[in-house]
C-alpha cells in the first residue's frame, strides 16, 4: 500500500504584477479604471494603451522602428474611433499584458489579437534598436 504523497504546494494567487519603478506608470496603472487610455496609431493599427507619458513616447518610439510609416500617440479617442470592435470590447483590467518598458510599464487594451499583434512590433522594434546601437561599436563581420 504506497502512502498517497501529497503535494503541499498549494496554488499561490498570482502576483499583481512586477513592480513598476516608474511612479508615474504605476500612478496610471493602479488608477482603477479612472485613467482614461491612449492611443498608438501605427500602420492599421489602432490599440489603446495604458502607461505614463514618458513611457507612452517611449513604446512608440520603438514601435515606429518596425514600420516606414510614423507612430502617432493620442490622448483621447481617434476621430474615427477603435476601428476593431472586440479591441472596443477589451476589458479595462491593468492586469492584462503588462510590458515591461524601460523602468516603466504599458498595458495593453486590445483584443488578444491586437494585443499580440502590437507586442510583437514593440519586440521587433526592441531587436531593431539594439542592432542599431550595437552596430555603432563594432563593424559586423560578413
Ligand atoms: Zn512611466
Ligand atoms: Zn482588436
Request: proline share 9%.
Given at each position: 500500500?504506497?502512502?498517497?504523497?501529497?503535494?503541499?504546494?498549494?496554488?499561490?494567487?498570482?502576483?499583481p504584477g512586477p513592480?513598476v519603478?516608474?511612479?508615474?506608470c504605476?500612478?496610471?496603472l493602479?488608477?482603477?479604471?479612472?485613467?482614461?487610455?491612449?492611443?498608438?496609431?501605427?500602420?492599421?493599427?489602432?490599440?489603446?494603451?495604458l502607461s505614463?507619458?514618458?513611457?507612452?513616447?517611449?513604446?512608440?518610439?520603438?514601435?515606429?522602428?518596425?514600420?516606414?510609416?510614423?507612430?502617432?500617440?493620442?490622448?483621447?479617442?481617434?476621430?474615427?474611433?477603435?476601428?476593431?470592435?472586440?479591441?472596443?470590447?477589451?476589458?479595462?483590467?491593468p492586469g492584462q499584458a503588462m510590458v515591461p518598458v524601460?523602468?516603466?510599464a504599458i498595458v495593453v487594451?486590445?483584443?488578444?489579437?491586437?494585443?499580440?499583434?502590437?507586442?510583437?512590433?514593440?519586440?521587433?522594434?526592441?531587436?531593431?534598436?539594439?542592432?542599431?546601437?550595437?552596430?555603432?561599436?563594432?563593424?559586423?563581420?560578413?
Open positions: 500500500m504506497a502512502p498517497m504523497e501529497r503535494d503541499e504546494s498549494r496554488p499561490t494567487l498570482p502576483e513592480a519603478a516608474c511612479e508615474d504605476h500612478d496610471v493602479h488608477a482603477d479604471g479612472d485613467g482614461s487610455p491612449s492611443f498608438l496609431l501605427l500602420d492599421e493599427l489602432t490599440v489603446p494603451l505614463c507619458d514618458a513611457h507612452l513616447e517611449r513604446f512608440a518610439a520603438i514601435c515606429e522602428l518596425t514600420s516606414d510609416d510614423t507612430a502617432s500617440l493620442l490622448h483621447h479617442r481617434p476621430a474615427g474611433g477603435v476601428p476593431c470592435p472586440s479591441c472596443q470590447l477589451a476589458p479595462y483590467s524601460q523602468d516603466g487594451l486590445a483584443c488578444p489579437n491586437h494585443q499580440t499583434g502590437v507586442i510583437e512590433r514593440f519586440h521587433t522594434g526592441l531587436e531593431t534598436h539594439q542592432q542599431l546601437t550595437t552596430d555603432l561599436g563594432s563593424h559586423p563581420s560578413l
